[in-house]
């Protein structure tokens, strides 16, 4: 077990509230009145979410996309973000591309708070959401006979990482400015029998989705999206690399998504993996932890 796995699993005896959802999922969903609030955290450190010397532009852009990526998993509107800021040298340049992210996806800033350090700087972003759809997607849904569907190609933020890293001439948009997948989240929603968004690889996300729904995902790898630009031997790092926020999402049989989307697998009775690519058990990491 991974250190963030313990600690999350020692967490769980505190987030006791129903909106907790017992930490077992990427939001909080919390019902007031007669609507329904979903929010969310995520934090990026400098040399681990972000190379040293990376334009702040495109980290501001990646920290907002994807804390937006995981309300597009509950099907939420966004309403607004709260950011944690460390202060650096670069400011101007992380506010342009602040502004760029919330004008391209209409939410507004609305506070937060700023810090001065030493060493690698931390930032942080609380989105907030209202649900669009009740019940609230989440990862514990699924039953043995649901489809498996992805939204799109894995792979893309591992080539677009290597070329930025390595100042190639080849595309990095896909891990620099990665697009949350907001209007295929709230079109899915109402059908979804459980969803979440892949940042850590497609098949840790879907061992954890598996897992908490009590069922294993017989995927087909044939059937699993790729950028045209993957070398077929890279397919199986492409589906541990993670950074792709797609969403990845359960149908009752015989249901057709709302959107387009390709079906990669089958949920089946829990076995002794959560998950089996091509009738075999993967071996090695399945994707990104925090050790």
């Given at each position: 077990m991974s250190k963030e796995s313990a600690l999350i699993d020692a967490m769980r005896t505190l987030a006791t509230h129903p909106a907790a959802r017992g930490l077992a999922d990427d939001c909080a969903v919390l019902d007031f009145g007669g609507e329904t609030m979903i929010l969310t955290h995520d934090?990026?450190?400098e040399g681990v979410h972000w190379l040293a010397g990376q334009d702040m532009a495109d980290v501001a852009w990646k920290l907002?996309?994807?804390?937006?990526?995981?309300?597009?998993?509950?099907?939420?509107?966004?309403i607004g973000v709260l950011l944690g800021f460390t202060l650096g040298d670069d400011d101007t340049r992380f506010l342009a591309g602040l502004e760029q992210a919330l004008t391209a996806f209409n939410v507004p800033l609305l506070g937060g708070d700023t810090v001065s350090a030493n060493?690698?700087?931390?930032?942080?972003?609380?989105?907030?959401?209202?649900?669009?759809?009740?019940?609230?997607?989440?990862?514990?849904?699924?039953?043995?006979?649901?489809?498996?569907?992805?939204?799109?190609?894995?792979?893309?933020?591992?080539?677009g990482f290597e070329a930025l890293r390595d100042q190639t001439n080849a595309d990095s948009t896909a891990f620099r400015r990665p697009t949350p997948r907001l209007p295929e989240g709230r079109a899915l929603a109402p059908f979804a029998t459980a969803m979440m968004d892949v940042s850590d690889g497609l098949l840790i996300d879907a061992a954890r989705m598996a897992?908490?729904?009590?069922?294993?995902f017989a995927i087909d790898s044939a059937s699993v999206p790729f950028p045209a630009s993957l070398p077929p031997a890279r397919q199986d790092e492409a589906m541990r690399w993670g950074d792709d926020y797609e969403l990845?999402?359960?149908?009752?049989?015989?249901?057709?998504p709302p959107i387009s989307a390709h079906h990669i697998g089958t949920a089946l009775p829990p076995s002794g993996s959560p998950i089996t690519v091509d009738g075999a058990v993967p071996h090695g990491a399945l994707g990104y932890t925090h050790d």
């Open positions: 934090m990026m450190v907002v996309a994807t804390n937006l990526s995981d309300l597009a998993a509950k099907g939420a509107e966004p060493g690698p700087r931390t930032l942080g972003l609380t989105a907030l959401g209202r649900a669009t759809c009740r019940p609230v997607p989440d990862r514990r849904g699924a039953t043995a006979g649901d489809t498996l569907w992805l939204t799109g190609p894995v792979g893309a933020a591992m080539l897992q908490a729904s009590n069922v294993t990845l999402f359960t149908l009752p049989p015989g249901t057709n």
